[in-house]
């Protein structure tokens, strides 16, 4: 049996497939993995030993300003990703026997896999990424935003954007493969029965009328690589400091600075995570230290909070650390949506990324850092289970060997 993997994204898109990746190795499954073509992600599909096949623009040119780029450029760079997936999709997917893509950017990936006659699944990270009454669809930059208030036009509104964007690429390219054509871009892509790759505890999927969503948990592998020593020795100097980090988005121009100042004026230390952002230190005070790449899981148990973007990953972990969190979402993907989760389930707090201030920093952290945000993190944490990737990786092994 042999799975043919996909995305596009940054690190947060990628790192789920890799956990499945290693499940599915395990039970004697051959992987091949269709990512992103920048150097980090083929080194780390080389590590697990899994073969990688580079599809679309590097991620890392895509999120290297300060700010997304512009709407005319994200139109060029969706319609550049849709032509290299038809143009790379026939070549990987052959020989395999199931095709699991991830992120709605997929859009050539069940045209491919339909016209080969391969079996295809669709997976969400989030329960945001797909359509509910019960909550809006996710922001998508570059597009118009509708002015309807009710979910359900929202996500029609959603649907009519997606084919706007993708439904003449797609359909030309189905033409072209013999295939006919489809109305609804989003909804082909998702399916009616889309996997939702996220734990229940922390984003359970609202049961929705018209999608029989297959919610296995979220797919992590365990990372129990140790920390530099020099980390460990700040660490071990004084009391637990508070993580600032945004992984592979850039924040808000000045959030860095204002999440140090708010920090030290509660009396505590920081720990400062560059990210593809390169976020500094503001001074060479021995109260802050800055981090490059290192394992968040042996990381966040050893910290007094998280203030981070929102990302899937980095909520999960330190959800599952049992770290209180403050969530400064950018309004991209799931960001807001996961920072709306964090203060629904009591574990901190949830700013405007655009109109945060150190004030507004300083209450947040106050809230995150009571004992009782502290009691009900760590109680939340003992229930998030770890089996997610495997659960994935024994339904498709049952239902295609």
Same mark, same amino acid.
């Given at each position: ?114 016209? !080969? ?119 071990? !100097? ?104 964090? !203060? ?58």
């Amino acid at each position: 049996m042999r799975v043919l993997l996909s995305t596009y994204g940054t690190r947060g898109d990628v790192e789920p497939l890799l956990a499945l990746a290693v499940r599915l190795r395990a039970l004697g499954v051959a992987v091949r993995m269709c990512a992103p073509p920048d150097e980090e992600f083929a080194q780390r599909l080389a590590g697990i030993g899994v073969e990688s096949v580079p599809v679309g623009p590097p991620v890392r040119e895509l999120m290297r300003g300060k700010t997304l780029p512009s709407a005319t450029d994200l139109t060029r760079y969706r319609n550049e990703l849709v032509e290299t997936q038809f143009a790379a999709f026939p070549a990987a997917f052959d020989g395999c026997d199931v095709v699991v893509a991830a992120g709605l950017g997929q859009v050539g990936a069940r045209s491919v896999a339909e016209a !080969a006659g391969i079996s295809y699944v669709y997976v969400s990270y989030a329960a945001v990424h797909l359509p509910s009454p019960h909550h809006a669809p996710p922001p998508r930059p570059g597009w118009p935003e509708p002015e309807v208030a009710d979910n359900r036009t929202l996500w029609e509104v959603d649907a009519q954007n997606v084919n706007a964007q993708f439904g003449e690429a797609l359909n030309r390219h189905r033409a072209a493969l013999g295939l006919p054509p489809v109305d609804n871009v989003r909804d082909h892509i998702l399916t009616d029965r889309p996997w939702l790759a996220a734990d229940p505890v922390l984003g359970l999927w609202p049961e929705t009328p018209g999608l029989d969503v297959v919610q296995t948990g979220a797919w992590t592998l365990p990372d129990e690589r140790p920390l530099p020593a020099d980390l460990v020795r700040f660490l071990d !100097a004084g009391s637990p400091p508070v993580y600032v980090g945004f992984g592979s988005l850039s924040p808000a121009e000045g959030i860095g600075g204002m999440a140090v100042e708010a920090i030290r004026a509660l009396g505590y230390r920081v720990l400062v995570s560059r990210g593809w952002a390169g976020l500094d230190l503001v001074d060479d005070g021995d109260d802050c230290f800055t981090i490059g790449e290192v394992s968040h899981q042996s990381l966040f148990g050893r910290v007094a909070a998280v203030v981070h973007h929102g990302g899937a990953g980095t909520t999960l972990t330190a959800a599952r650390a049992g770290a209180p969190q403050v969530v400064i979402p950018l309004q991209l993907s799931d960001n807001p949506y996961w920072a709306g989760r964090v !203060a629904a389930l009591d574990l901190g707090a949830a700013l405007d990324g655009v109109a945060t201030t150190v004030e507004s920093l300083g209450i947040a952290l106050k809230s995150a850092l009571s004992p009782e945000t502290r009691a009900r993190a760590e109680s939340l944490g003992s229930r998030i289970r770890k089996d997610g990737a495997e659960v994935a990786a024994h339904r498709l092994v049952d239902r295609w060997r």
